[in-house]
């Protein structure tokens, strides 16, 4: 603890520092023990205690350091560091509105409301209340997942991952499942299909080219091994030019004649058309399951705007096989999961209020007129923010979806550009420009890209406005 310094007269020395026993006594540190407890409050000054008694040994011990005010005042900055929690709330200002390193959907309140509840009182999680028997926990949502997305049966498990998993070891274990090369995708964080199959237990059989697969590579695959055909959303790209690929009727057909299921990860997958608040379309769950697939996986923290979570929807009898899996066990989810996904799927009940209601679908739709209004208000707040070694300026920029969604398709946004005004090379300065945000009580997440620091104002909501600028003059004024 810096709490010795240099004393230009006499230093203290080790018999002036105050004893352990007689500080906590002291009526300063009252507070310090009430909120933070003897053991920790103990812990920490025993510390701090023996730091002053080295200082003193050195004759670098300042007597003004070793009043009990002074001490308590210093001991709380360090109870209130070392209590702060670790995982924090931050400003997204990089322009993915679903990030995943910084946690994915914001979900709406209905949801927030519900998981208080199912923290703070005992809830029917795996118990049917009309017969007082044991439940299933899939129950509290499956038919309302059925009513969505129109397929016959539905489970839940940690996330789209574990869905995928899942699903290839219930029908796929040591038999051999199909898939276009043209959609073997790695998504970031080391989910990579044919790896996954592996772990599965699943024998991957590549059918095809990269760019190009013919419905004959799928019924020439076809052998006495074979427990599916899959196929695979190409979440995070693209293949232009020469191609080919079969959609999923035609693959269903295929696999249907042979007496096979056809099963589809549709990664995100979304539960509305997009394109109706001029999103770009993606194919919705029940788009999937009506043109023929047997099972479809995706996540729940994606497009669909809820908790983390992996769902699986489909054909009665392969639902019930996977439901039996002991794996399944491993990879259901908790009730907090259960709560917040039961109100988001309500919301898709009610279709034309969602881009008001559900927070994920209002940062999509949010008008760059409002982004472009509020970079007009905030350029003159980060100018002086920044200094005058920095110019910056209101800027067009483009947000993306993020999260492997629809990562060609990017939403017209507005924010901020800050250059570095002076001579010499700006990467440095700008780096130093980005800890600086992400140093303030609520770090600020912006992304440096041609040498400018970029916020992208989609994701700063009207109503946290006020809060963002005050910790921004607040720094100004210290
Ligand atoms: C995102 C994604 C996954 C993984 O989903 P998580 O919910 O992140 O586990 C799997 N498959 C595809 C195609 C995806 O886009």
Known sequence: MNTATLSPEAPAGAKDIPSLDRLLRSPEFAPLLQAYGHTQVGQLMRACLQDLREAALQGKLDRRALDAPALARALQARLAARNESRLRPVYNLTGTVLHTNLGRALLPDQAVQAVVR??????????DLETGGRGDRDDLIEPLLCELTGAEAATVVNNNAAAV???LNTLSDRRESVVSRGELVEIGGAFRIPDIMKRAGARLVEIGTTNRTHAADYENA???????LMKVH????????FTKSVDVGQVAD???????PASVDLGSGTLVDLAQWGLPPEPTVRETIQAGADIVTFSGDKLLGGPQAGLIVGRAELIRKIKKNPLKRALRVGKLTLAAL?????????????PERLTTLRLFTRPSSAMKEQAARLAPVLQSWAGADFAVEPAALFSQIGSGALPEDVLPSCGLRIRHAGPGRPGRHLTRLETRLRELPRPVIGRIADDALWLDLRCLEESQEPDFT????AE???
């Open 118 to 127: 199912a923290l703070t009182s005992p809830a029917n999680l795996e118990f």
């Open 165 to 167: 998993l899942l699903m």
């Open 222 to 228: 076809i052998g006495p091994r074979t427990a599916m």
């Open 234 to 241: 190409c979440s995070n790209y693209a293949v232009k030019g």
């Open 254 to 260: 295929i696999a249907h004649a042979r007496g096979l």
């Open 342 to 354: 039961e109100p988001v799927l309500a919301l898709y009940r009610a279709p034309e209020l969602l």
């Open 470 to 473: 005050a910790q921004l003059t």
């Open 476 to 478: 100004q004024s210290t």
